[in-house]
T-cell receptor
Framework: NAGVTQTPKFQVLKTGQSMTLQCAQD?????MYWYRQDPGMGLRLIYYSASEGTTDKGEVPNGYNVSRLNKREFSLRLESAAPSQTSVYFC????????????FGPGTRLLVL | GENVEQHPSTLSVQEGDSAVIKCTYSDSASNYFPWYKQELGKRPQLIID?????GEKKDQRIAVTLNKTAKHFSLHITETQPEDSAVYFCAAIFSGGYNKLIFGAGTRLAVHP
C-alpha cells in the first residue's frame, strides 16, 4: 500500500515551458487536492477534486489546470511556467469531502528559471 | 475572509521542556482542526486532530485544546525530544460549498539537547 505517490520528485523548467505533475493514490479515496508550499506561507490549495469527475478552484488556481483522470489519479498542469511558480507541490487525498484526514504525497520540487 | 493565524513562527526549547503553538481562525462554523508535522524535506503528516464537540484531546506527549468561543486552538508538546524538531502546521476547515482546509503559516520548532 503505497499511499499517495507523486512524480517527478524534482524538475527544472525554463520560463514558458509546460509540464504535468502526476499524482496517484491507492487508498480508494474520493477526494484529491493539489497544494503549493512556499517559505513562510504554509500550504495553499491550488485545485481540488471532491469526487471522480469533478474539479474546482482553490485559493491560488491562476496559471494551473487539473485533470481527475480516474478515481486514483489527479494531475496538475502548468501550461506556461513562470518563476513565481517555483515551489514545492504536494498532492493529497482524503476519503471524502468533509472533515476527513488528508494524506499527503512526498512532494515535487519545481524550479522555474 | 478565510484565515488561520499561527504563532510563533519559530520556537526554540531545551530538551525536556514543553512547547506550545497557538492558532486562531476566522470562521466560527469551522468544526475540524488538524495539526500536521513536517520534517525537513518530508511530507506533512497528521499528528493529532480535534473536532468541535470536544475541548481537549491527548495522545501521549501531545495534546490539543480548542476554545470555540474565542476561535483559537493550541498544540502542546510535553517532555520535548530532539526528534520533535520540525515545522508544525495548524489548519481549520472552512465551509461554503465545499469543506476545505486552510493552513496556518507554520511554526519551526527546534529542540536542543
Amino acid at each position: 500500500n503505497a499511499g499517495v505517490t507523486q512524480t517527478p520528485k524534482f524538475q527544472v523548467l525554463k520560463t514558458g515551458q509546460s509540464m504535468t505533475l502526476q499524482c496517484a493514490q491507492d487508498m480508494n479515496h474520493n477526494s484529491m487536492y493539489w497544494y503549493r508550499q512556499d517559505p513562510g506561507m504554509g500550504l495553499r490549495l491550488i485545485y481540488y477534486s471532491a469526487s471522480e469527475g469533478t474539479t474546482d478552484k482553490g485559493e491560488v488556481p491562476n496559471g494551473y489546470n487539473v485533470s481527475r483522470l480516474n478515481k486514483r489519479e489527479f494531475s496538475l498542469r502548468l501550461e506556461s511556467a513562470a518563476p513565481s511558480q517555483t515551489s514545492v507541490y504536494f498532492c493529497a487525498s482524503s476519503e471524502g469531502a468533509g472533515v476527513e484526514t488528508q494524506y499527503f504525497g512526498p512532494g515535487t520540487r519545481l524550479l522555474v528559471l | 475572509g478565510e484565515n488561520v493565524e499561527q504563532h510563533p513562527s519559530t520556537l526554540s526549547v531545551q530538551e525536556g521542556d514543553s512547547a506550545v503553538i497557538k492558532c486562531t481562525y476566522s470562521d466560527s462554523a469551522s468544526n475540524y482542526f488538524p495539526w500536521y508535522k513536517q520534517e525537513l524535506g518530508k511530507r506533512p503528516q497528521l499528528i493529532i486532530d480535534i473536532r468541535s464537540n470536544v475541548g481537549e484531546k491527548k495522545d501521549q506527549r501531545i495534546a490539543v485544546t480548542l476554545n470555540k468561543t474565542a476561535k483559537h486552538f493550541s498544540l502542546h508538546i510535553t517532555e520535548t525530544q530532539p526528534e520533535d524538531s520540525a515545522v508544525y502546521f495548524c489548519a481549520a476547515i472552512f465551509s461554503g460549498g465545499y469543506n476545505k482546509l486552510i493552513f496556518g503559516a507554520g511554526t519551526r520548532l527546534a529542540v536542543h539537547p
